[in-house]
């Protein structure tokens, strides 16, 4: 390919993964957005409940969660800039990093869930904590099923290593490319469930 | 191949929701919803000042729940389309659809029985009262399991033309999501996640309805497409 060629290309529009991903991923920050809608207006209510509570809960916790996704963030992204190579080396390496991360955050998480709990504080002690729960709870469920995707882009990313290593297993153009657009399909996920916390952390944790 | 069946099942899903949304909001008042934090003299009120509406509201919305069951199955038939001869995500959507109908068919049996001595104790009306709507819109878990299996087939649709748009699998996990919410109103009696919360009320409902206006156009498409093809063969 000539280098003007090769500029072009890279010039057009790229939308990552597919269409479908994007309106699942648009869909459910829209339902989120609505959810931090509600939350400040009940808060402007009643901010006395909302900022007591909020002093106990442990930023550092929350700020160490916001370090995992966001390092797993990064890790997703070199992992699919090296799937785009023609050889696929460390791809694999980088979803394990990326899962770790994850993993990471769900054990902070319920470490933290666990010390509320055993201090007495549920879901119907107070607005604030019901929207803690809830709203964390959620994002939590969202983490899981991206481990879930971290394993598909990690199984996927193993197979390209395997077919970078051994030339006789040959994939057809087009195949490729479908396989790249759900690989981005799914670190676009991730990329969502890390975004969405970037704003439940300020929002429960510090805002004021 | 029918097609008149198809479409008569497409519409009685378009028929669902008129007639649901007549007898359930217009005629026996349930929308808005009532608070769960009000008292048993306020719920018995509401039965007593409004039976003749709540009767006859209920029949209609009794009547009009049955007409969900058309509608799942002709959605079955274009996932088994999809599926072809071993259709489990099929056969998923069918069971699951059919619990679906009686989560909608026991509320309002509930809250007629409600309405059906309005003079009883206020408290025994409030109990009614209150199992027909934890019944109601907390039990989101068939239809969860419905839009789940829609979306996880449209996935699976490797066909050049396939019978939905991917996104339409999206949009159909979006949902089932979207659903959970319903889920939370056992812990409250206040707020957005009470049943007549917004977050989890309003917003599952709406998102409800809209799936079926969603589906309805690209039901007509997908049954077309079935007879182009059947007729190109």
């Given at each position: 390919?000539?280098e003007?060629?090769?500029?072009v290309?890279?010039?057009k529009p790229?939308?990552?993964g597919e269409v479908?991903i994007w309106?699942?991923?648009l869909g459910?920050?829209?339902?989120?957005?609505?959810?931090?809608?509600v939350?400040?207006?009940?808060r402007?209510?009643?901010s006395?409940v909302?900022?007591?509570s909020?002093?106990?809960?442990?930023?550092?916790y929350?700020a160490?969660?916001?370090?995992?996704?966001?390092a797993?963030?990064?890790?997703v992204?070199?992992?699919?800039?090296d799937?785009?190579r023609?050889?696929?080396r460390?791809?694999p390496l980088?979803?394990t990093l990326?899962m770790?991360?994850g993993l990471?955050?769900?054990?902070?998480?319920i470490?933290?869930?666990?010390?509320?709990?055993s201090?007495g504080i549920?879901?119907t002690t107070?607005d604030f904590y019901?929207y803690?729960?809830?709203?964390?709870?959620?994002?939590f469920l969202?983490?899981?099923?991206?481990?879930?995707v971290?394993?598909?882009l990690w199984?996927?990313?193993?197979?390209?290593?395997q077919?970078?290593?051994?030339?006789s297993?040959?994939?057809?153009?087009?195949e490729?490319?479908?396989e790249?657009?759900?690989?981005?399909s799914?670190?676009?996920?991730?990329?969502?469930?890390d975004?969405?916390?970037i704003?439940?952390?300020?929002?429960?944790?510090?805002?004021? | 191949?029918?097609?008149?069946?198809?479409?008569?099942c497409?519409?009685?899903g378009?028929?669902?929701?008129i007639?649901?949304?007549?007898g359930?909001?217009?005629?026996a008042g349930y929308?808005p919803?009532?608070?769960p934090?009000?008292?048993?003299n306020?719920?018995?009120?509401?039965?007593?000042?409004n039976?003749g509406?709540?009767r006859l509201g209920?029949?209609?919305?009794?009547?009009s729940?049955?007409?969900?069951a058309?509608w799942v199955?002709?959605?079955a038939v274009?996932?088994?389309r999809?599926?072809?001869?071993?259709?489990a995500l099929?056969?998923?959507?069918?069971?699951?659809?059919?619990v679906?109908v009686?989560?909608?068919?026991?509320?309002?049996?509930?809250w007629t029985?409600?309405a059906?001595?309005?003079?009883r104790?206020?408290?025994l009306?409030m109990l009614?009262?209150d199992?027909?709507?934890?019944?109601?819109?907390m039990?989101f878990?068939?239809f969860f399991?419905?839009?789940?299996?829609?979306?996880?087939?449209i996935f699976s649709?490797k066909?050049?033309?396939?019978?939905?748009?991917?996104?339409v699998g999206?949009?159909?996990v979006w949902?089932?999501?979207?659903l959970?919410?319903g889920?939370?109103?056992?812990?409250?009696?206040i707020?957005?996640?009470a049943w007549?919360?917004?977050?989890a009320f309003?917003?599952?409902?709406?998102?409800f309805f809209?799936?079926?206006l969603v589906m309805?156009?690209?039901?007509?498409?997908?049954?077309?497409?079935?007879?182009l093809?059947?007729?190109?063969?």
């Amino acid at each position: 390919m000539s280098e003007a060629s090769e500029y072009v290309k890279k010039t057009k529009p790229h939308v990552p993964g597919e269409v479908g991903i994007w309106v699942f991923i648009l869909g459910d920050m829209v339902i989120f957005g609505l959810f931090f809608i509600v939350f400040i207006y009940n808060r402007g209510l009643n901010s006395d409940v909302y900022f007591q509570s909020q002093a106990t809960l442990n930023q550092n916790y929350g700020a160490i969660n916001t370090l995992f996704l966001l390092a797993s963030s990064w890790f997703v992204a070199m992992g699919v800039d090296d799937m785009r190579r023609k050889v696929v080396r460390l791809a694999p390496l980088f979803f394990t990093l990326a899962m770790l991360c994850g993993l990471g955050f769900g054990v902070v998480k319920i470490i933290e869930y666990r010390e509320k709990i055993s201090a007495g504080i549920t879901l119907t002690t107070n607005d604030f904590y019901m929207y803690y729960y809830i709203f964390t709870g959620l994002h939590f469920l969202h983490v899981l099923i991206g481990m879930g995707v971290l394993v598909f882009l990690w199984l996927k990313a193993r197979a390209a290593v395997q077919r970078s290593a051994d030339t006789s297993i040959t994939k057809k153009e087009n195949e490729k490319e479908n396989e790249m657009m759900l690989i981005e399909s799914g670190a676009s996920y991730w990329h969502m469930v890390d975004l969405l916390w970037i704003v439940l952390f300020p929002l429960l944790y510090l805002m004021k | 191949m029918n097609t008149k069946a198809q479409l008569f099942c497409a519409w009685c899903g378009v028929s669902f929701l008129i007639l649901f949304t007549l007898g359930w909001w217009f005629i026996a008042g349930y929308i808005p919803p009532m608070s769960p934090a009000m008292s048993a003299n306020e719920v018995a009120a509401f039965y007593q000042e409004n039976t003749g509406l709540i009767r006859l509201g209920i029949v209609i919305t009794m009547f009009s729940a049955a007409l969900s069951a058309p509608w799942v199955a002709v959605i079955a038939v274009q996932l088994k389309r999809i599926e072809g001869d071993f259709p489990a995500l099929t056969y998923a959507l069918l069971v699951a659809g059919a619990v679906g109908v009686v989560v909608l068919v026991v509320p309002p049996m509930v809250w007629t029985t409600a309405a059906f001595r309005p003079e009883r104790d206020p408290e025994l009306i409030m109990l009614l009262n209150d199992f027909g709507w934890l019944f109601f819109v907390m039990t989101f878990s068939p239809f969860f399991i419905q839009n789940l299996v829609i979306g996880l087939a449209i996935f699976s649709d490797k066909a050049s033309s396939p019978v939905f748009p991917r996104w339409v699998g999206y949009f159909n996990v979006w949902v089932a999501i979207l659903l959970i919410p319903g889920g939370l109103i056992t812990f409250f009696k206040i707020g957005p996640f009470a049943w007549d919360g917004i977050l989890a009320f309003w917003l599952p409902l709406l998102v409800f309805f809209g799936w079926f206006l969603v589906m309805f156009p690209l039901l007509l498409k997908a049954i077309k497409q079935q007879v182009l093809l059947v007729e190109s063969e």
